[in-house]
Structures are given as C-alpha cells and as structure tokens.
C-alpha cells in the first residue's frame, strides 16, 4: 500500500437504536487509537462521541441523524489519511503497511506477498500468499520475521 493512501481505522457495522448512533468494528489496537481522529473519510464523517461497546465501539457522527442513514452507512470505511497517525517507534508497524510486501525467505528465496495481518488474541499472525496461490501463516514476531521493510523476511523453520 502506497505510503500517502488512506488508513482505514474502524467500519460501521450497523445502526444501534434510532437516533443514527453506529456500530463499529475496530482495527485500531484500542478505542483511542480512534478517539484522537475528530474527522473521517476526508471530511465527510465528524465524530461526535464514540463509547466501548461489546469489543467493538459505538459512536455518533454528525452527519449520521437516524437509524435509516446509519444502516445505510452499514460496511462504510472510516479513513484518516497516512500522515494522521502517530510516528512510530523502532520495531513498531501498521498492518496497512506490511500488506502487499513481497515475502522472501532468510536464503533469498521469494515466498508471495502479505495478503493480511490478523490477530486471534496471542500476537499478530502475517498471511502469505504464495505464487501457486495457497497461502500460510507466521506469526509476526523476530524469531519468524527477523526483518521487516521493503519486504518481509522470514524465517525458513516458520515455512510450510
């Protein structure tokens, strides 16, 4: 993913009540990885107040007035662009910017690309595809990764 393209942080995943408030789905590590934005989606979406609710969040928009327009907005994207989000520090990384990196293993051999970044609860997990097609999983840590950059480095024992 291009460096300046925009970073989705959340998605609407329904209505919740009558009075436009939203449902979110979070792919921030924590509600204030979303508080700290006020505008979204290039100005189109302004937050007014965003709560936890049930491992996600749920938050009122000032465009967002009724349920109909917040089911209507069902599966919207809320984006910030790249720039927005805080520095980060050394070992750090977006899931945006590790997808779509070309994997190659520890002897230089290529491996595919990073389709996507997932986590079940014990650390993130990295998705390789690989030419042919089928995809595995290595977790994202220095014993499997010990490289990360332009491409992914990863570890030959963590390699189906």
Known sequence: MAKDSPVT???IAGAHGVTGEVRLK?????LDGLKRHK???DGKLTLKAIRPHKGGALGRFAEITDRNTAEAMRGTALTVPRDAL???DNGEYYYTDLIGLPCIGTDGSALGLCVAVENYGAGDVIEIKKP???KFMVPMNHDAVP???EQLVINLDFVD
């Open 9 to 11: 942080l959340a998605a």
């Open 26 to 30: 979070l792919f921030t590590e924590d």
């Open 39 to 41: 505008s979204f989606n």
């Open 86 to 88: 805080p520095s980060l």
């Open 132 to 134: 042919d097609g089928k």
């Open 147 to 149: 490289e990360w950059g």
